[in-house]
């Protein structure tokens, strides 16, 4: 069964500086990799995936994640952060087998970014 | 907006009351979802439909209850709930079930059980 660890509950950083939100993962075979963004009282919203290919995904506000097999991670990255980045980051995995579509998700990563 | 639209968005009930959380999507996709979401924990899969089928029911208790009448709607009926149960309930949809397309969630359902 795959599975998705977020070592860091909170990440906190000032306004400006680089944003790094990890991300490890454990699946059978070749993965299939999000990174969703949750607002207070709001849903989950997509930010980017790894499908196959390029290692570095770029996504939505800035953010990209890269993707590195040996270290089966999907660290999430920002190089500025916004105040308006703080939120709750979850890591998702699904194995890439046509036949498994269950999706996996860690258990979040709050951000918090001072001014 | 994602596209994905739950209502209601807050819910008080009784133990012994019976409820409905309501999901509708306009996107076309063929997969829908229930995902539980308690406060310091993973989402949880509870129940997976495609093509109005239902493709999961992960160990979900007997007390919740899900309906899919058709592709742009999902319930989840709800009763005799108990305390435990309180939490958000997100409903989510994706183009097809499974491969790389991304899921698409609705806003949630802060539901409360007392």
């Known amino acids: 069964a795959q599975s998705v660890a977020q070592p860091e509950d909170q990440v906190n950083v000032a306004e400006g500086n680089p944003l790094t939100v990890k991300c490890t993962y454990s699946v059978s075979g070749n993965p299939y990799l999000f990174w969703y963004v949750q607002y207070p009282n709001r849903g989950l919203q997509f930010l980017l995936k790894?499908?196959?290919?390029?290692?570095l995904v770029k996504g939505s506000y800035g953010f990209e994640a890269e993707f590195n097999k040996s270290q089966t991670s999907f660290h999430l990255k920002k190089p500025s952060a916004l105040v308006s980045d703080s939120a709750l980051y979850f890591c998702?995995?699904?194995?890439?087998?046509?036949?498994?579509?269950?999706?996996?998700f860690g258990a979040g990563t709050t951000v918090t970014v001072r001014a | 907006e994602t596209g994905v639209t739950q209502t209601p968005r807050h819910l008080v009930m009784g133990m012994t009351n019976k409820k409905s959380l309501k999901c509708e999507q306009h996107?076309?996709?063929?997969?829908m979802y229930w995902y539980k979401q308690s406060a310091k924990k993973p989402l949880e899969l509870m129940f997976v439909y495609s093509l109005e089928e239902r493709v999961e029911n992960n160990s979900v208790p007997s007390r919740f209850s899900p309906e899919c009448p058709n592709s742009s709607h999902l319930f989840l009926h709800l009763h005799t709930l108990q305390p435990e149960d309180s939490a958000l309930y997100l409903c989510?949809?994706?183009?097809?079930?499974?491969?790389?397309?991304?899921?698409?969630f609705g806003q949630g359902t802060r539901l409360t059980v007392v």
């Open positions: 790894y499908i196959t290919g390029d290692n």
């Open positions: 989510a949809s994706s183009q097809d079930l499974g491969g790389y397309t991304e899921a698409f």
């Open positions: 996107l076309g996709h063929n997969a």
């Open positions: 998702a995995v699904r194995p890439s087998g046509s036949n498994d579509y269950k999706l996996s």
